[in-house]
Each structure stands twice: as C-alpha cells, then as structure tokens.
C-alpha cells in the first residue's frame, strides 16, 4: 500500500474517532431553581420575609410615629397595604412608591418573586 493511502487512512481514522456528540442537557444539566416560589403561604413565607419590616411596621411602631402609618403585622394589615398597590411598588423601588426598606437595598429576586406569585394566588389567608 503506497504511504500516502496509509497516511490518508491514519487522518481519517483519527478524524472520526474524534469526532462524537453530547448533548447540552448532559454538558450543562440545568440546576434546580434555588428560589422556591411554587407553595407560597402567608404563615410560612410572607410573613419570613415580611418580618425585617416589623421594626418600622409594627403596630407598636406605628403608633410611636413610624412606618407612615403601615402596618404589617398581620393578614389584614398585610392584605390591605397590597390593595393599595404600596407594598410591591415599595419593595420593587417602582417611581411614585417610598422604596423599602428605607435606606436599604432592594429585596432578593426570589423574595419579590415568592411575594408577587403569593399576591397572583389571591393572597390566601394560610
């Protein structure tokens, strides 16, 4: 066999042994969603991320001159400053809404999320 057929045939071999698929699923595997906003409940979520807030919005400090008058201490309370559209415009820094919390950041990703997805539920009183 002339060398040129053998090296030819070496190339070719090499090239195909090389060559092999994968896919993206199996290179990059998705990684699960760290943010659990698919069982939002008002004891269990709402009120863990709510309860920085009490400092200002608690009905003791309400009434001591704080919070601009909202109160976040419970269901209702909770439920009517939604309504009013105040609390989501707040957290989410939205113009025309007092960004909170005052002088501080704005929340996680997640939690604007676990709230927003807790409020597209109805807000239910669980």
Request: aromatic share 6%; charged share 15%; glycine share 10%.
């Amino acid at each position: 066999m002339k060398p040129i057929i053998k090296l030819t045939l070496v190339l070719l071999l090499a090239f195909t042994a090389s060559c092999y698929y994968d896919s993206e699923e199996r290179l990059y595997p998705k990684l699960s969603d760290p943010c659990k906003d698919k069982d939002v409940t008002f004891s269990g979520t709402v009120t863990q991320i709510l309860q920085p807030c009490l400092s200002c919005h608690s009905n003791s400090a309400v009434s001591g001159g704080e919070g601009g008058g909202i109160k976040l201490e419970n269901y209702a309370d909770v439920v009517a400053v939604i309504q009013s559209g105040r609390l989501m415009g707040g957290i989410k820094h939205e113009s025309g809404y007092i960004p909170m919390p005052q002088g501080g950041g704005i929340l996680p990703e997640c939690q604007i999320s676990q709230l927003q997805k807790w409020i597209d539920n109805q807000t239910p009183n669980n």
